[in-house]
């Protein structure tokens, strides 16, 4: 974990998704969008449903970089590049592979899917040269059916996956990275866990937490040294948003 992020620490968008031998908050390499940062599928249906929120409530609720560093109570990240407007594959092998979720999560087609109205995917680097990164990774859905559905896969992936190790060997990676995933108790509509990388101080990890309110799914991810608080605050502030 020290290395991803020692990785991340200098990197963009575009140079994580490239690729980086040391970390594994590495994706497989996707070209910049080239439309605005939020984008609303033309074909998706008009919603019908009592309560649904429109596909704008990406924009609106996702946090931004002045957003976390408040949060933070110090400017600790940085601005990467533009935001994914949709979901990456992922690559590589992961052994158990079932486990692969709990890796990558919700910022992955196999787990958002294709039926989204709007993605939004962001990375904030550290800006002080330390090993940290804060992730955000927010979607609505057409009907408040199918965002519980996508819920309930991540739920349903990651939980089994707490209390095992899990290796993970990106594609021309010389070797594996091994993490050790916790899930923790969590409220409904809330799935919480961590991500240890071994060999890393112990205090050394990342924090997921994803949510689902009505129509809308988001995860945030803090790693760092004690992470943790920072997840908490901006998961918080971003369901409250989702409105």
């Known amino acids: 974990m020290l290395g991803m992020r020692l990785c991340l620490a200098g ?95 919700l910022q992955t087609k196999p787990v958002a899917g294709a039926a989204f109205t709007a993605f939004q995917f962001v990375v904030f680097p550290a800006s002080d040269g330390s090993d940290g990164v804060f992730e955000e990774a927010v979607v609505t859905y057409p009907e408040l059916s199918s965002a519980g559905t996508v819920f309930q896969r991540l739920a349903d992936g990651v939980r089994p996956c707490g209390g095992k190790t899990v290796d993970e060997q990106q594609d021309g990676s010389s070797q594996p990275v091994s993490y050790e995933i916790q899930v923790e108790d969590s409220d409904e509509g809330t799935v919480r866990w961590t991500e240890h990388q071994q060999g890393a101080e112990k205090d050394d990890l990342c924090v997921f937490e994803s949510r689902v309110v009505k129509n809308l799914l988001f995860e945030v991810v803090e790693c760092g040294a004690g992470a943790g608080d920072l997840a908490s605050s901006a998961a918080d502030m971003l369901a409250s948003r989702a409105v």
């Open 11 to 105: 990197a963009s968008v575009v140079a994580l998704l490239a690729g980086c031998d040391t970390g594994r908050r590495v994706l497989p390499p996707l070209a910049q969008p080239t439309a605005a940062p939020v984008v609303v599928s033309s074909a998706a249906p008009a919603p019908a449903q009592s309560g649904l929120l429109p596909a704008t409530a990406v924009a609106h609720a996702a946090l931004s970089i002045d957003d976390v560093n408040r949060l933070a109570g110090k400017g600790l990240f940085k601005t990467g590049d533009r935001p994914l407007t949709a979901p990456t594959d992922v690559k590589g092998t992961v052994k158990p592979p079932e486990c692969q979720i709990a890796l990558h999560a």
